[in-house]
């Protein structure tokens, strides 16, 4: 993969863009981060169930812009967004999308940066109380977690919206590397390839029917 | 006779670079031209070439980089973040509407699918006729259509130039009864690639990188690159040159301050960067008009799986429009399908089992978008000092366009299920789709209106226009007939800005000859614009 930091900041606010929506508008700002706060406080009252097993595991040290909470959500997020495993799709051990999507965190604008962080601890805790999961999206089933990025899919503009941006994430970073698209057939580049022609400029079209130039006028 | 030699390949352009090297430059000089154009697109070279041929000593500059063919690389990703404007994040201010652009050296028809389209002679009739503009009746403005389309091999594909999606729509339309035809394209000798979004690395796609920028740079014409206009200059209701920032496209560091003097100032930076630029420059506006009316031409892509495998994504990108409904209803339908990266920003996903499913279709996928007319009431405005203030883009459905953007995309849906699709994926911020026609209503009604349309239909815009229209009225109308400010002489507008009302009709074309009449009109009053006459 051949990705450069312009890049990945490319990626990273198309990524992001839906957030940056949030962002800009005050009163959806207000509401994520009240929501985010309450689902906090809901997933204190339920402090038991909202310990999770990922709380314990550790984050590789190549890791820079996530945040351990980030990071575990967005590992899980990849395996129940792209099960490609037994598929002829690449697999993920292949693509380091976890890594593309730190790389991609990392370039955000400071207080993009924070929103989608607020809006990412959201969307992990609210699992907790929306649905009546009782636990972390970290933590359910691939199934349930399936059910609750459709059902966010589904939901008011600040669930569309989170839903957006962390599919946005993992699949972009996915699939902008060139070693998927051979399994979908998706040639790539192909001029080098076919050898095909370079032109040029294109020639200067008759000027014979031109209007009077101040040369010839004078 | 002039000896004009046009460069084998490339643009002599003279960057931020260039200019950090000379030690001749220091952090802030002028420059003096007869005309300065600022953006290098489809209005801006077509005036440099008209202007510089015609005698003119030009200067054209260009906010965004340059970034010769030989550096395309055929990833889309690459070229996004290299030439498209905010590495195409453009937005609205929901940010739920799309607004690609090209920012470097060619504008948007370096990175464009080379459509060319004419508007009706019904438009240009009720633009005359209606409005007054009586230099855009059809017999007027249709000879030099064919001037503009002659210069740069405008052609129907031809059969090799349509592809499977194409050939879908087709099916899809011959059942239907459907009007359909291939599309015009500026092209020559196309390789088929299907990279058109990418730029074009063998120069066949007839951009302003290989046309009007090297002939204009031929009749002596310069070109700078990395160099934003801040302002016009303009005192005593006369413009008299620019401000600019020279900056390192990289870093974004401040290379040099500029000014330019210029007898003639030419604005060409498009629909949404021409109205912020007066905006900044606090042109007289007595219309109050100036940044209003934008249309965006809105559009929808509706995906369909058949059941063999198309490679719906090789070939020419854009093969065929239905043409049934411009004139009837405001729609314009194209064939194409996107790379995969940008299906994914384009086109909401499913979650799991459903996404990878939907991706190992890809090669079964055929894409048509659905374009449909708007009303015209988006606004471009700029909020802040003009050294550091910011764009804002406002523009969100009305109900009445949210159900024409729908409608568009149920009549698309109808005809892949008339080729014979098995599932058909809707433009919608909800994974939707419907495995027949008869379950497609139903679906469609799940797509509602909400709040201002906002995150519901998932649009995007590629052909912004109508900011600084142009109007016999001047308590109506930004400019003149002849693309000239009001109240502000030798300031002339030359891009989608000046479209009179909203259009059915992909404006490449159109802006390229609106821009030639405006330079030959420049150049017929030599004597009164310009101190050597």
């Not at chain 2, 500059?61 to 404007?85: C, N, Q």
């Not at chain 2, 920032?245 to 030419?266: S, Y």
Request: a neutral charge.
């Amino acid at each position: 993969m051949t990705s450069s930091p312009e890049s990945d900041r490319a990626a990273a606010h198309q990524a992001a863009a839906p957030m940056a929506a949030l962002s800009r508008r005050r009163f959806l700002k207000t509401a994520l981060l009240g929501s985010a706060g309450l689902a906090v406080l809901a997933g204190g009252t339920f402090a038991v169930l909202r310990r999770s097993p990922v709380d314990g595991m550790a984050v590789p040290d190549t890791i820079r812009h996530l945040s351990h909470g980030e990071y575990h959500l967005f590992r899980r997020a990849t395996e129940v967004l792209l099960p490609v495993a037994g598929t002829p799709l690449t697999p993920l051990s292949e693509v380091p999308v976890l890594a593309h999507i730190d790389a991609m965190m990392g370039l955000l604008p400071a207080h993009l940066r924070k929103d989608v962080s607020a809006g990412l601890a959201l969307f992990d805790n609210a699992a907790v109380v929306s649905g009546w999961h009782g636990r972390r999206f970290v933590d359910l089933d691939d199934n349930a977690a399936v059910a609750y990025f459709d059902r966010w899919s589904r939901g008011h503009v600040i669930q569309r919206t989170l839903n957006a941006v962390i599919k946005q994430f993992v699949y972009v970073s996915y699939w902008r590397d060139p070693k998927t698209w051979p399994p979908v057939e998706f040639d790539g580049p192909v001029s080098d390839r076919w050898g095909i022609a370079y032109l040029g400029n294109a020639p200067l079209p008759d000027e014979s029917a031109l209007p009077q130039t101040v040369e010839n006028r004078t | 006779m002039r000896a004009i030699n046009i460069p084998r390949d490339g643009l002599p352009v003279t960057t931020a670079r260039d200019m950090a090297r000379d030690d001749s430059i220091s952090g802030r000089f002028t420059l003096k031209t007869e005309v300065v154009v600022i953006g290098s697109g489809a209005g801006g070279s077509m005036v440099a070439w008209e202007l510089a041929r015609a005698g003119r000593q030009v200067l054209v500059v260009e906010a965004g980089p340059y970034h010769p063919s030989s550096a395309f690389t055929e990833h889309l990703g690459d070229t996004m973040t290299e030439i498209y404007r905010e590495q195409a994040a453009q937005l609205n201010s929901t940010a739920d509407v799309l607004f690609p652009e090209g920012a470097c050296v060619g504008g948007s028809t370096v990175i464009g699918a080379c459509v060319m389209q004419q508007p009706p002679d019904s438009v240009f009739r009720r633009w005359s006729e209606e409005l007054g503009l009586k230099n855009l009746a059809p017999q007027v403005i249709k000879p030099l259509f064919d001037e503009v389309g002659r210069e740069q091999y405008v052609h129907l594909n031809e059969a090799h130039e349509i592809n499977t999606t194409a050939h879908k729509v087709i099916q899809g339309c011959e059942r239907m009864g459907f009007s359909w035809k291939p599309v015009s394209r500026n092209v020559r000798q196309c390789a088929l690639t299907g990279h058109c979004l990418a730029g074009c690395p063998s120069d066949r796609k007839m951009s302003a990188l290989v046309t009007h920028l090297p002939w204009a740079v031929g009749h002596g014409a310069r070109v700078m690159a990395d160099t934003e206009v801040t302002r016009v200059l303009i005192r005593n209701g006369r413009a008299y040159g620019v401000e600019a920032v020279v900056r390192d496209p990289r870093t974004r560091q401040k290379v040099a301050d500029l000014r330019i003097d210029a007898e003639v100032v030419v604005a060409a930076g498009g629909a949404i960067q021409t109205p912020l630029l007066l905006q900044r420059s606090e042109i007289p506006d007595a219309s109050g008009q100036l940044g209003k009316n934008l249309a965006v031409q809105p559009f929808v892509q509706v995906l369909a799986r058949f059941r063999e495998e198309l490679h719906g994504f090789r070939g020419a990108l854009v093969g065929v429009e239905i043409d049934e409904f411009i004139e009837t209803d405001g729609y314009m339908f194209f064939s194409a399908l996107a790379e995969p990266e940008q299906l994914m920003i384009q086109g909401n996903q499913g979650a799991g089992p459903d996404h990878i499913n939907f991706m190992k279709s890809y090669k079964h996928l055929a894409g048509l978008n659905a374009f449909a007319i708007d009303e015209g009431r988006g606004e471009v405005k700029w909020k802040g000092s003009h050294t550091d203030g910011r764009k804002v883009i406002s523009w969100n459905p009305s109900r009445a366009e949210f159900e024409k953007l729908k409608h568009g995309a149920s009549l698309a849906s109808r005809v892949f299920f008339a080729a014979g699709a098995e599932e058909v994926y809707l433009p919608s911020f909800q994974r939707l789709s419907a495995p027949s026609v008869f379950d497609l209503d139903a679906r469609l009604d799940e797509i509602t209106y909400g709040v201002r349309g906002m995150y519901s239909l998932r649009i995007n815009s590629f052909s912004s226009h109508g900011t600084c229209r142009m109007g016999v009225d001047r308590y109506h109308a930004v400019t003149n007939a002849r693309g000239e400010v009001y109240d502000v002489k030798g300031l002339f507008v030359a891009d989608a800005s000046l479209l009179p009302e909203p259009m059915a009709s992909a404006p490449h074309w159109t802006v390229q000859t609106l821009a030639k009449q405006v330079a030959q009109g420049i150049h017929a009053r030599g004597q009164e614009l310009f101190l050597k006459g």
